[in-house]
């Protein structure tokens, strides 16, 4: 008998027992060009409807494209930010299909042909392992159009009365990666698109954002038995955030489970998840198959990348997240933690690298951007880039505490009237005479006072009794109202009281 | 023996004032050149061209929509420039085939499914034709979405041959040949795709050049099959059609496939004009761009190697067409050109393969005619399903559903290897034959089209004898070569068309060599019966015994 291989699932605590889930993933990154993919319209998020188009991206007779060169050097950027191998010679096709969002009658995307193909992607998990996600292929596109639907439940098509279509969108150069299937647990997935994200948020070529629809992520998920085929799979669509997508294909895993486990069928289909319900619904039947009809658009020529341009844009990526967590460790002696946290996101780096330089401590620096700095944002919702506490403002802060003006503790204090009041540390710890006590000749004076009127305690320290010193300490810090620097105290102290 | 035009029609009739232009041969140069001498104003020559169209087209149909304020406005405004501010062709009326999108003037592709539709911008060659100041008379009929070889398929009219008005005048740019052969305009444009402008040229007895792939922009041009369509002109004269295309052939960035000419035109048998500023009108072009010298004497084909296609030739073509082009060797010879049978042999499966490539990428240029956005909409559909199929059941004729189906029928999985990879194959072999032949001559040479105009109707039942009007042009298309139709006799008085096939902008040599064979020939400036009422079987008989 032999016995069931183990499940690359197994350990997570969303999985069932017994079952390999499959993830794989195609994203869509809406590039932040100045103008469209094929035209010279503006992209733009939030403009009013159909303000942004042209005869072009509104698809009207006699119209031809012209690839935007710019979208080319994003897509090569992103290709190989995620190591794959470029195209020299890559072409568009044509996938043909009907929808009111697509005025050509067919989207310009590439097929057989894509920019780059066989990449991936480390993804470093929480347990600290690293798993290696394949990229199968970076490919560009345009957008289609939206559909805005009118005098139904929440803009849903279901119900609505009719709907409307703004162009504005249509025509803006998309990358599509698409992800081997080689995630097997949600919490792998998040990871995943996370670190994904960073990477992409280092190229500087797109927003990002899931909510306005820069940022779209599909999962294709299947279940079987390890060890035995892959089971049919659905697609989890446009799930707006990276908590919702990752509690989606739980809730997904979960309803896979329960069919097969009745003996039942998936069938290929693809799903929506509420996450006000928790549930996930079929959203359309795959049943009938589209069949796309991609042949190579004959308006576009081919695309041929030599070495040099490839290397140029190599040459010009910006330090990725892994680059920037090894130099973290080796120039600023960063434990690998503090490192993977500060190198992931490109922001907080930027902000750490300016207050570390400004401090001249690295590990101090770090420890309060993602100690108590990270604390505030989390707490008022913002991101690094929307802080009214700029890394200038925090290094102040720091240069107080490493000078001994203020203590840990009073530094703490200080970061919260910082951000409750806007004011600079160095006002705050002025204005409210909040400073240590590290003037040396004041805090001599009041010990050699002190000292002289105590000289039984002082006897009893130099009689080896270490416990006595406390006494001696206690009385400054109620003299100064707790500002003495105690570690300047204690030296005075103990100079004071040598025999 | 044919059905022409009313005599009352004439050409003096419509001319009411003096001097007595000869307008009977009123070629655009001819144009031009009272227009420059101050003979005639610009207002003049329009006028009389839109009277020309006015009394001609009620029989002719080749005109779908005749802008006549906007072309009288155009005009007015050439007239009130002094003649130094004046462009070269400023002034000189032109007509447009009805693919070619024009700002603020309907544009319908012969389509009821563009009905009413006004295009918001000027396709790259309509702009270059404003910006050198000539005046559109109007939008010319053709076959539905360029779909055919007679213009039959036009959703709005039937037009007639002037040379015989039962019969069909060549397509899908029919309108565009058949208004220069009735000379309601000195030339046209017109698109081609597998024999569009040269088979209505040669059915009309006109000169028509669908350049090389690239060498014209297709911005604003509606697509039939965007791998195979290039706009070039119809003209009565060869120095007509190489003055247009010079007028044309730009680079253009908003077509990635477009070129321009390696070099400037030089329009043939004017010597004076050599790199004249026309050629160059509106083009920018680096200063060590020359036209190629003119040749020492242009009525001569001195050493020049013609290839005559051996599949074309024998029982391929009807008899009176052989003759006219055994003919056209013999002149050729006359010249001191040197004629040698080459053979293509892939030429024969040129037509299906050009059917299948036409077809798929026409399903794809097609799908945009969805009734959302312009153009005709099916009302009260329950769905969007139906909006769609109601919209393109009701919206495209019956041809271009044909096409349409079959070309998403070869693009489907499980069809694409066979069909659509294959007739790429073909394509690739198709181009290896052309260049084999090319290395041994530097023209090639077959009659245009297999037969003469035939009659009305004629083809209408048989889509596969209307798909064999393009057999000795389509292939030409599918290696992206220019080819040039002109008139190379008559048989039972009909004109006869001889193609001249060159390699990859090779237009200028193509352009010399078919003007020293108009020359020779004489039988250009014959217009078409319809013109001056007066021709009849003689001059035709005259032609086909050209020496």
Same mark, same amino acid.
């Given at each position: 008998m032999t016995s069931m291989p183990k499940s690359r699932s197994a350990g997570s605590p969303t999985v069932p027992e017994g079952w390999e889930a499959v993830m794989g993933f195609e994203i869509h990154v809406q590039l932040s060009t100045e103008t469209k993919m094929f035209c010279s319209c503006p992209v733009s998020f939030g403009d009013q409807p159909n303000t942004n188009v042209c005869p072009l991206c509104l698809g009207y007779p006699g119209t031809l494209p012209a690839v935007n060169e710019r979208v080319l050097e994003y897509a090569t950027k992103i290709a190989l930010a995620l190591n794959c191998e470029i195209a020299p010679y890559t072409i568009f096709h044509r996938k043909n299909y009907f929808y009111p969002d697509l005025p050509k009658g067919y989207q310009i995307s590439q097929h057989d042909l894509p920019l780059g193909m066989g990449g991936h992607l480390d993804v470093e998990l929480e347990d600290g392992t690293v798993h290696r996600v394949g990229i199968t292929r970076v490919h560009m596109e345009d957008d289609a159009a939206k559909l805005v639907h009118a005098g139904g439940v929440e803009g849903r098509i279901a119900g609505a009365d009719y709907s409307m279509v703004d162009f504005n969108r249509s025509g803006t150069p998309l990358v599509e990666i698409v992800s081997e299937p080689d995630i097997f647990a949600p919490e792998q997935a998040r990871a995943f698109l996370t670190q994904l994200r960073n990477l992409l948020e280092q190229l500087d070529v797109s927003d990002l954002n899931m909510e306005e629809g820069s940022l779209r992520c599909d999962a294709n998920v299947s279940m079987h038995r390890p060890g035995t085929p892959f089971g049919i799979r659905t697609e989890l669509k446009n799930m707006n955030s990276f908590r919702f997508l990752q509690r989606?294909?739980?809730?997904?895993?979960?309803?896979?489970?329960?069919?097969?486990?009745?003996?039942?069928?998936?069938?290929?289909?693809?799903?929506?998840?509420?996450?006000?319900?928790?549930?996930?619904?079929?959203?359309?039947?795959?049943?009938?198959?589209?069949?796309?009809?991609?042949?190579?658009?004959?308006?576009?020529?081919?695309?041929?990348?030599?070495?040099?341009?490839?290397?140029?844009?190599?040459?010009?990526l910006p330090e990725l997240p892994a680059a920037r967590k090894e130099r973290y460790m080796r120039d600023f002696g960063l434990p690998a933690y503090d490192a993977g946290v500060l190198s992931a996101n490109r922001w907080l780096a930027l902000y750490f690298e300016r207050v570390a330089g400004l401090v001249e401590d690295a590990k101090l620096s770090a420890n309060w951007v993602m100690g108590d700095f990270s604390g505030y944002l989390n707490a008022a919702g913002l991101e690094v880039e929307d802080a009214s506490i700029g890394p200038e403002t925090?290094?102040?802060?720091?240069?107080?505490?490493?000078?001994?003006?203020?203590?840990?503790?009073?530094?703490?204090?200080?970061?919260?009237?910082?951000?409750?009041?806007?004011?600079?540390?160095?006002?705050?710890?002025?204005?409210?005479?909040?400073?240590?006590?590290?003037?040396?000749?004041?805090?001599?004076?009041?010990?050699a006072e002190l000292v002289a009127a105590h000289p039984g305690p002082a006897e009893e320290f130099r009689q080896g009794r270490e416990k006595v010193l406390g006494f001696f300490v206690g009385k400054i810090m109620k003299e100064t109202k707790g500002q003495a620097n105690p570690q300047l105290l204690n030296d005075l102290l103990r100079k004071a009281l040598q025999p | 023996m044919h059905r022409q035009l009313s005599a009352d029609i004439s050409w003096s009739r419509v001319l009411d004032r003096g001097p007595a232009l000869d307008v009977y041969h009123l070629t655009a140069h001819e144009c031009r050149r009272l227009?420059?001498?101050?003979?005639?104003?610009?207002?003049?020559?329009?006028r009389l061209f839109l009277n020309r169209i006015a009394g001609a087209d009620r029989q002719v149909q080749a005109f779908l929509h005749v802008a006549e304020e906007e072309a009288l406005a155009q005009a007015r405004v050439a007239d009130a420039k002094s003649p130094e501010e004046r462009r070269p062709w400023e002034g000189?009326?032109?007509?447009?085939?009805?693919?070619?999108?024009?700002?603020?003037?309907?544009?319908?592709?012969?389509?009821?499914?563009?009905?009413?539709?006004?295009?918001?911008?000027?396709?790259?060659?309509?702009?270059?034709?404003?910006?050198?100041?000539?005046?559109?008379?109007?939008?010319?009929?053709?076959?539905?979405?360029?779909?055919?070889?007679?213009?039959?398929?036009?959703?709005?009219q039937v037009t007639r041959n002037p040379w015989d008005l039962d019969r069909v005048p060549g397509g899908s740019s029919g309108g565009s040949a058949a208004a220069v052969a009735a000379a309601e305009t000195p030339w046209s444009l017109?698109?081609?795709?597998?024999?569009?402008?040269?088979?209505?040229?040669?059915?009309?007895?006109?000169?028509?050049?669908?350049p090389t792939y690239g060498a014209v922009s297709r911005w604003g041009l509606i697509a039939y099959a965007s791998s195979l369509d290039q706009i070039g002109p119809l003209a009565r004269t060869v120095q007509d059609a190489a003055a247009l295309l010079s007028l044309i052939a730009v680079r253009d960035p908003l077509d990635q496939t477009s070129l321009g000419l390696p070099r400037p035109l030089r329009v043939p048998g004017i010597v004076q004009e050599g790199v004249s500023a026309d050629a160059l009108a509106g083009q920018e072009r680096s200063a060590s761009a020359v036209p190629t010298p003119a040749p020492d004497d242009p009525l001569s084909l001195k050493g020049i190697r013609f290839g005559y296609i051996k599949e074309y030739l024998g029982d391929i073509c009807e008899p009176g067409v052989q003759r006219a082009f055994a003919n056209n060797l013999e002149t050729i010879e006359s010249l001191g050109g040197t004629c040698v049978e080459v053979s293509l042999p892939s030429v024969k499966q040129a037509v299906a393969a050009y059917c299948i490539i036409?077809?798929?990428?026409?399903?794809?240029?097609?799908?945009?005619? /969805?009734?959302?956005?312009?153009?005709?909409?099916? !009302?009260? =559909?329950?769905? @969007?399903? *139906?909006?769609?199929?109601?919209?393109?059941?009701?919206?495209?004729?019956?041809?271009?559903?044909?096409?349409?189906?079959?070309?998403?029928?070869?693009?489907?999985?499980?069809?694409?290897?066979?069909?659509?990879?294959?007739?790429?194959?073909?394509?690739?072999?198709?181009?290896?034959?052309?260049?084999?032949?090319?290395?041994?001559? /530097?023209?090639?040479?077959?009659?245009?089209?297999? !037969?003469? =105009?035939?009659? @009305?109707? *004629?083809?209408?039942?048989?889509?596969l004898a209307m798909y064999l009007s393009d057999l000795c042009t389509s292939p030409v298309n599918l290696a992206g070569l220019p080819g040039l139709s002109m008139p190379g006799g008559f048989a039972d008085g009909l004109p006869v068309g001889l193609q001249i096939i060159g390699p990859h902008f090779s237009e200028q040599l193509m352009l010399d060599a078919a003007y020293a064979v108009e020359q020779a020939l004489n039988v250009s400036v014959r217009p078409a019966p319809v013109a001056g009422g007066a021709v009849d079987g003689a001059a035709a008989a005259d032609a086909e015994v050209t020496p």
């Open positions: 989606g294909l739980e809730a997904e895993i979960q309803r896979q489970a329960d069919v097969l486990e009745r003996g039942e069928e998936v069938v290929q289909e693809t799903v929506h998840f509420d996450p006000s319900s928790g549930k996930v619904s079929v959203l359309r039947s795959k049943g009938e198959a589209h069949d796309y009809r991609y042949f190579p658009d004959p308006d576009l020529v081919p695309i041929q990348l030599d070495v040099a341009y490839v290397e140029k844009v190599r040459a010009a925090l290094a102040e802060l720091l240069q107080l505490l490493k000078e001994g003006t203020l203590s840990s503790k009073m530094a703490k204090d200080v970061f919260v009237l910082m951000v409750e009041t806007g004011e600079s540390a160095k006002t705050i710890v002025a204005e409210r005479g909040m400073g240590q006590i590290s003037d040396t000749a004041t805090l001599e004076a009041m010990v | 227009l420059t001498e101050g003979e005639a104003s610009s207002e003049e020559l329009t000189v009326p032109i007509a447009l085939k009805d693919a070619l999108c024009t700002k603020g003037m309907e544009t319908t592709c012969g389509s009821r499914i563009l009905k009413g539709y006004i295009p918001p911008y000027d396709g790259t060659v309509v702009r270059l034709l404003r910006d050198a100041g000539l005046v559109i008379l109007g939008k010319l009929n053709m076959d539905e979405f360029a779909m055919g070889s007679s213009t039959e398929n036009s959703a709005y017109g698109s081609d795709t597998g024999g569009s402008i040269r088979q209505p040229a040669s059915l009309c007895g006109v000169v028509g050049m669908k036409a077809q798929a990428e026409c399903s794809a240029n097609l799908a945009r005619f /969805d009734g959302v956005r312009y153009g005709y909409r099916a !009302t009260d =559909a329950a769905d @969007l399903l *139906e909006m769609y199929t109601r919209t393109r059941g009701e919206g495209f004729g019956a041809e271009v559903k044909r096409r349409i189906v079959i070309g998403t029928y070869v693009l489907s999985s499980g069809h694409y290897d066979t069909h659509y990879t294959q007739a790429q194959r073909m394509r690739t072999v198709i181009i290896r034959d052309f260049q084999q032949a090319f290395s041994g001559v /530097d023209l090639l040479m077959s009659p245009t089209s297999p !037969t003469v =105009a035939f009659r @009305l109707g *004629e083809r209408m039942a048989d889509p």
